[in-house]
């Protein structure tokens, strides 16, 4: 049974720093992950979506990385802004049915 | 257009209601999803949709039932649901198995 994992649940940094997110899964046998960044009381907003083929994805600030072999995937962002403060997730599609499993979240404060 | 639309955004129901949440997107995707979140918790995947047919139920009570009238639209009727039932609705869609874009929800509340 595939289970994702996000580390740390929330982390707190001053504006302009580079951080880095962590997702861990324990099955590597997926087709794709992706990333998705949460603000309060919303809905999903797509960052990423990295196939199982690819090594890595980037989109503006953003870079997403997959090494299946080890099950994890970090998402990079550089130079943060107090806008980035959300809850960001990860998820693995492992069966190709578009049935995604999410990992606990991380919380992100970017501090002015 | 990424877009995904979801009515009505908040919802308060009794337990011997009958209402029914939304979902709606124009960008051709053939499949379209429900997940259920409870606060602080991650969306759990409800029911699945693929070219307009039911392909996933992950063990929903019967109290919810889907239905999908066309590939635009996605409806989750709701019945004698319980307390326990509120949460945010979200819907998704994806072409095939790929990205799935998300609606901003529907807030539920069951009194």
């Known amino acids: 049974k595939q289970e994702v994992t996000q580390i740390p649940a929330a982390l707190s940094v001053p504006e302009g720093e580079n951080l880095v997110l962590n997702c861990s899964f324990t099955?590597?046998?997926?087709?794709?992950l992706q990333w998705f960044r949460q603000d309060p009381g919303k809905g999903l907003t797509s960052l990423l979506l990295i196939q199982s083929s690819q090594r890595e994805q980037t989109s503006g600030r953003l870079n997403a990385s997959l090494d299946k072999s080890s099950g994890r995937s970090t998402l990079y962002i550089a130079a943060s802004q107090p806008g980035d403060s959300a809850t960001y997730l990860c998820a693995v599609d492992s069966s190709n049915t578009g049935k995604l499993i999410f990992g606990q979240g991380t919380t992100l404060q970017v501090k002015p | 257009d990424t877009e995904v639309t979801q009515t009505p955004k908040h919802l308060v129901m009794g337990m011997t209601n009958k209402k029914s949440l939304k979902c709606e997107q124009h960008m051709g995707h053939r499949a379209m999803y429900w997940y259920k979140q409870k606060a602080k918790k991650p969306p759990e995947l409800m029911f699945v949709y693929s070219y307009e047919k039911l392909s996933i139920n992950e063990s929903v009570p019967s109290r919810f039932s889907p239905e999908c009238p066309n590939s635009s639209l996605l409806n989750l009727h709701l019945h004698a649901l319980q307390p326990e039932d509120s949460a945010l609705y979200l819907c998704?869609?994806?072409?095939?198995?790929?990205?799935?874009?998300f609606g901003p929800g529907t807030r539920l509340t069951v009194t």
């Open positions: 998704a869609s994806s072409q095939n198995t790929y990205e799935q874009y």
């Open positions: 099955d590597s046998a997926i087709y794709n």
